[in-house]
């Protein structure tokens, strides 16, 4: 572990001070919880060794609650990511002077200029609950109506895959969200990437600070309105009473620890800028009696109430009830000990962690839900807080996509199309909502009542259904293989010369990011369409179509688990008898006496491959650990 690791901290380690750029490697020792028994241990040990002249930088997970209040429920952890980790240092490494920028004002997102990370990721997907958000908030409403909780702070996760420089990412992610808690932690095999706004606590001696951040507002581009979103932020008495209730409990913990008369609130109800949101904070402050320590004040006040709710115990019963995997890292704490008895965590919020042995990252983004709270209003903070992703550069959000044919205000294949797309809605926990979905399309084929229509159908992570409608030529349509046959007509298709890995989900929902297959066409681009085919040597389909293929007068497609996309007219023709599924490898290619291609909005259509020969015995050859992924060859 001590060979590549590598800490960064960009902390303010005291009131009005710019944060501090602070890298670590080469620690003296290193402490990792796995367990929730050692954590105290850990911790303790970790103190010790501040308190004997060395730095001492580490984090908390959310799931480590319980090894200082046995009470406080949470999930299972992740089964490699610690507990708790710490790490002892001689001293900071030289790094001269890159203090970070954090003096700078906030200006709205879109009027900044963003770091470009172009990671080459796969789409975003939303995931965390077992129901949609909508149902999670009435969930936690009702709690509230019979008594139980007064607030409830649900997350969620966006995941996504890809080989991101995490440096590059850290910095990308720290200039566009000004934080003034940012760290990158670059462990074996983690990296934990964190541009938190919002400080847990500050210790200098026995004088300790926390400034709890609950409540939050959109930017907008133009001054007047930018502002009036402040402004309704400072009124809303909604989110008033949010961060009011989050005042209260932190004062009460703090109770448990400071000096009887000491616990006071220094600021109530301001409004800080970023370059997303506005958010209210308050700040409350205390002198911690003689005897407490690390452990103690983690006893006290950990998780921080921001991201539980209250009462602690029971908002955390429910968040264990309702999100259904571990937070880890996210909603835990990150920080550092000083030589000079001084002590900074940051909540662990804008946090990004990734697992560099399976290229996957996974953000963590809440809200605060009260009896005034709205389905739709927490819906959109959730992902409002998430886009200092895009700011930073990250691909954007994906959305769901289906394809549809309308005919004289007919549509074609619509109840494959629609159970194709909730499908998928389900697999990323999209809130879609089948009726959202039906009086969108019956809007858009009102409004289109003649002709031929190639209608394109995003589905938002929200669930929120738009369309687009572009005339079509429909003519020379043939909804059945022999149909096609009978026309006649030919096109050409290439064979991409090295494989794509069937484990990439992508290949099985059809969603707005299109780069992949736009990248494979791009290979060859004088053909139709180009063929695609596993790492195991089974063809799969084409970048916009499904193929079928003739063999001892049969007529037989690709089955789905090789790697493709279930279309929708390959549903049909598979009901109706038409097709079968059948496996077909390589090298059986030149016992193929037809091809076929289709989709939904084209029909079927005849095809020859181009060179098919050729590619078939090169793909003998073809190292299965090369594949086409996304478009990009990986190592």
């Known amino acids: 572990m001590g060979h590549s690791l590598r800490l960064v901290y960009d902390f303010a380690l005291a009131d009005g001070e710019k944060p501090r750029r602070l890298v670590f490697q080469n620690p003296r020792h290193v402490w990792c919880a796995t367990d929730v028994d050692d954590v105290v241990v850990a911790m303790d040990a970790a103190v010790a060794c501040a308190k004997r002249g060395a730095w001492v930088c580490g984090f908390v997970s959310y799931e480590a609650a319980p090894a200082f209040e046995p009470h406080l429920r949470a999930h299972r952890p992740f089964v490699d990511l610690p507990l708790a980790w710490f790490a002892a240092f001689d001293r900071p490494e030289p790094c001269g002077d890159r203090e970070a920028e954090s003096d700078v004002h906030c200006t709205p997102a879109s009027t900044c200029e963003m770091g470009a990370v172009n990671p080459g990721t796969s789409p975003m997907w939303w995931t965390g609950f077992s129901q949609p958000y909508r149902e999670v908030v009435e969930d936690i409403r009702q709690s509230i109506a019979r008594g139980e909780v007064y607030q409830v702070n649900a997350t969620g996760r966006i995941a996504f895959r890809g080989r991101v420089a995490s440096e590059r990412l850290y ?49 907008a581009l133009r001054q007047e309105d930018d502002l009036a979103h402040r402004d309704h932020l400072l009124r ?148 409002l807080k998430a886009a200092v992703l895009e700011r930073a550069g990250i691909t954007p959000f994906v959305e769901l996509l289906e394809t549809i044919r309308l005919d004289d205000r007919v549509w074609f294949l619509y109840e494959e199309h629609r159970a194709r797309v909730l499908a998928s809605a389900r697999t990323f926990g999209i809130p879609l909502e089948p009726r959202t979905l039906d ?21 938002s992570l929200a669930g929120n259904v738009t369309w687009e409608a572009s005339q079509f030529d429909g003519s020379h349509f043939a909804a059945t293989i022999q149909e096609a046959i009978r026309q006649g007509e030919r096109r050409t298709m ?12 992508w290949l099985y929902h059809k969603t707005t990011d299109r780069a992949f297959y736009d990248r494979v066409r791009s290979y060859a681009p004088e053909a139709f369409d180009v063929l695609l085919y596993n790492e195991d040597g089974e063809v799969t389909e084409g970048t916009f179509g499904n193929i079928a293929y003739e063999l001892d007068g049969t007529w037989y497609t690709p089955p789905v688990e090789c790697g493709l996309l279930p279309g929708t007219l390959r549903s049909r023709l598979i009901r109706q008898g038409e097709l079968r599924e059948r496996v077909l490898h390589l090298t059986e290619i030149d016992r193929v006496t037809r091809w076929c291609w289709f989709n939904g909005l084209r029909g079927v259509i005849p095809v020859v491959l181009a060179g098919s020969h050729g590619h078939a015995r090169r793909s003998d050859r073809t190292d299965p650990s090369r594949r086409w992924y996304r478009g990009e060859r990986q190592p």
């Open 494 to 505: 290439a064979i991409l010369p090295e494989p794509v890995d069937r484990r990439w989900i």
């Open 439 to 459: 009086e969108a399309m019956s809007a858009c084929a009102a409004q289109h009542p003649e002709g031929t229509w190639r209608v394109r159908v995003c589905v």
């Open 171 to 219: 910095e990308a992610l720290r200039r566009s969200q000004m934080a003034t808690y940012a760290a990158w932690l670059h462990l074996e095999p983690w990296d934990i990437v964190s541009v938190s706004p919002e400080l847990f606590y500050r210790r200098n001696g026995r004088a300790m600070v926390t400034r709890p951040m609950k409540g939050t507002s959109p930017r």
């Open 236 to 383: 809303s008495e909604k989110e008033r009473a949010e961060n009011l209730m989050i005042v209260d409990l932190l004062r009460n913990d703090l109770g448990q620890i400071a000096v009887p008369g000491t616990v006071h609130v220094d600021r109530l109800f301001d409004v800080e800028d970023y370059p997303t949101v506005w958010q209210m904070t308050s700040t409350i402050s205390c002198v911690l009696r003689g005897e407490i320590d690390t452990v103690n004040i983690f006893r006290a006040l950990f998780p921080c109430g921001s991201v539980t709710g209250a009462p602690k115990a029971a908002s955390m019963q429910a968040i264990a009830e309702l999100e259904r995997m571990p937070r880890g890292v996210y909603c835990g704490a990150i920080g550092l000990w000083t030589p000079d008895d001084r002590e900074v965590w940051s909540v662990a919020i804008r946090t990004l962690v990734g697992r560099r042995d399976r290229a996957t990252w996974v953000y963590g983004t809440g809200s605060g839900v009260t009896w005034d709270s709205s389905p739709e209003r927490e819906q959109a903070e959730v992902f």
